[in-house]
């Protein structure tokens, strides 16, 4: 498979409905396997440890360190636009894009 998928918005429906309230009011939730207690990304589907489906989510603690950043410069109609990105690695665990 050659080039990178396209991330588009995400879409509301039954499996992120309670990720979207969350983020909504300022929570972001992880998901935790309920047999061996790892955590995971919010979208993924089963536990990176034991394989897994049954998960909760929960509230991260809210506390990372930055692994990366980098600044994106782009061209629009009123002059360059700067987009701060970063990669932080969750005190849970997972890594998070933003």
Excluded: N, Y
């Excluded at 998960?55 to 009123?78: C, D, F, I, K, N």
């Amino acid at each position: 498979m050659t080039g990178s998928p396209i991330v588009g918005r995400v879409g509301r429906d039954a499996s992120t409905a309670e990720f979207l309230d969350g983020t909504a009011s300022g929570v972001l939730l992880l998901q935790e396997c309920l047999r061996c207690g790892g955590i995971d990304e919010p979208q993924s589907g089963q536990c990176g440890r034991c394989g897994s489906t049954e998960r909760r989510r929960r509230p991260a603690a809210g506390r990372a360190t930055v692994v990366s950043w980098s600044v994106l410069h782009s061209r629009s109609e009123e002059g360059i636009v700067r987009i701060p990105i970063a990669i932080g690695e969750l005190e849970e665990g997972p890594w998070w894009w933003s």
